[in-house]
């Protein structure tokens, strides 16, 4: 009887939290395939106009989040920091070439805590948690581009460049305005608000369509060995690691929650744009954000079963 609840359980949270998701994944990969829909134009519309009104919008109408708020920028550093030790030792292990090693290391590092980490913990956990989910997602942002700039490059890293990279992200301004207009308490005027506010509701829905898209665009792995122990680094270390860090900063609530969940989401399609402009391995790096984005309900639905 307790298996049949505990199954009952499972599939309720994959109905409910998931599939909605791969379902309109589902329907930005009919969109590539049938009618030829470019990657670029949706992610530019996502990456320059809905992101930066989604984290102004959730930081400005969000309840007071406190001290999680460093809280959540720490956990994300330390996870990834973790990750990248752990991806080292995978390559160490294995004796892969330097550039294979550095390859592993990006995608344990950074997850896929935008296009689909924040609709699950959005649907998931509910508001708040997708507030402090927005935190630990720009956090990775700027990590992929910095740090991920780092790993892949090893020494001939150009730090200007970083810099640049991370200049260009949107979301960073709508989370300076917000911290602006809550530090000053500015009243923001309706028909500014109601504007952005659209554009954050359109954020969601078109980011799980990016998704989509991308995976038309994924390949099959063709080192399965390495894919098989990068996939359970991604999947099944990296929240255990999260676990962990939340415990030691005291993070709790709807904050450890949406930590520990983006902590667990597949490999973030970032990745592939670090690993093509410093040709890190961008075949195994397209194909482990395929494989990991497959096979994440498997450890999603257990996963947010436990944080509840």
């Not at 001290?67 to 973790?82: E, F, K, Q, T």
């Not at 078109?206 to 996939?231: E, K």
Request: glycine share 8%; hydrophobic share 60%; net charge neutral.
């Amino acid at each position: 009887q307790s298996r049949e609840f505990v199954m009952t359980l499972l599939l309720s949270i994959f109905a409910s939290d998931i599939l909605p998701i791969a379902i309109v994944a589902g329907v930005g990969y009919a969109l590539a395939r049938f009618l030829g829909v470019q990657l670029r134009t949706l992610t530019h519309v996502v990456f320059y106009a809905t992101m930066p009104c989604l984290a102004f919008d959730m930081l400005v109408t969000a309840p007071d989040l406190g001290r999680d708020v460093a809280a959540m920028i720490g956990v994300a550093v330390l996870v990834a920091l973790s990750m990248a030790a752990v991806g080292w030792m995978v390559g160490s292990a294995a004796r892969l070439s330097r550039v294979d090693t550095r390859a592993v290391m990006l995608v344990a590092m950074f997850s896929n805590a935008g296009n689909y980490g924040l609709p699950v913990v959005h649907f998931a956990y509910g508001d708040t948690a997708l507030a402090y989910g927005t935190i630990y997602f720009l956090t990775g942002s700027v990590l992929t581009y910095t740090l991920g700039a780092f790993v892949a490059a090893g020494a001939r890293l150009d730090v200007a460049g970083a810099v640049r990279q991370v200049a260009r992200i949107p979301a960073l301004y709508g989370v300076a305005l917000a911290l602006l207009v809550l530090g000053f308490g500015i009243d923001v005027p309706t028909p500014v608000l109601r504007p952005i506010a659209l554009l954050s509701d359109a954020a969601l829905p078109l980011m799980i369509l990016v998704l989509g898209v991308q995976m038309h665009h994924a390949t099959l792995p063709q080192r399965p060995g390495i894919m098989a122990v990068t996939v359970v680094a991604s999947l099944v270390a990296a929240p255990l690691i999260a676990l962990g860090w939340v415990s030691v900063l005291g993070v709790a609530g709807p904050a450890r929650q949406a930590a520990v969940t983006l902590s667990a989401m597949p490999v973030a399609v970032a990745t592939t744009i670090v690993a093509l402009e410093f040709d890190v391995s961008p075949a195994f790096v397209t194909s482990a954000v395929f494989v990991t984005t497959v096979l994440s309900p498997l450890t999603l639905s257990p996963l947010i079963a436990y944080l509840r």
